[in-house]
């Protein structure tokens, strides 16, 4: 799909996530689902994320990549277009709100929806 402004790809963006029964969704029959998911991804890699203190995960939708670092002990902050507190605060990934070198690691599954 294409859109005549970056405004006009933000609103479609930022609607998805308030059709009925998807923000529902997401944060209950779908919750653990994704978060194991998660979790399958950053296992593999414990000992490395083992020496982060800081996480940033860009596009973090409800947060379920943030709750599996936070598991992991890595303290980790999630940014989306929608919020989702406490675990995803409200930004655009093109203009991330942190001074340069704020995070060790950042994790992004959303690299399609990057300009």
């Known amino acids: ?13 930022t609607s998805k996530i308030l059709l009925p029964g998807v ?12 978060l194991d998911g998660f979790k399958k991804i950053f296992y593999p890699h414990k000992q490395i ?10 596009g973090a ?3 379920q990549e943030v709750q599996a670092l936070k598991d992991m002990k890595v303290d980790a902050i999630g940014i989306d277009l929608m919020p ?6 409200q930004g655009d990934v093109h203009a991330i709100p942190y001074e340069e ?5 950042v994790f992004s ?3 399609d929806h990057v300009l």
């Open 1 to 13: 799909m294409k859109y005549k402004t970056y405004d006009d790809y933000v609103k479609h963006q």
């Open 23 to 34: 923000k529902t969704r997401l944060l209950t029959t779908e919750w653990k689902v994704w």
């Open 49 to 58: 994320l083992s020496n982060c203190n800081r996480a940033l995960c860009l």
């Open 61 to 63: 939708r409800t947060g």
């Open 84 to 89: 989702f507190p406490p675990l995803v605060i």
């Open 101 to 105: 070198n704020s995070f060790d690691f």
């Open 109 to 111: 599954n959303i690299f």
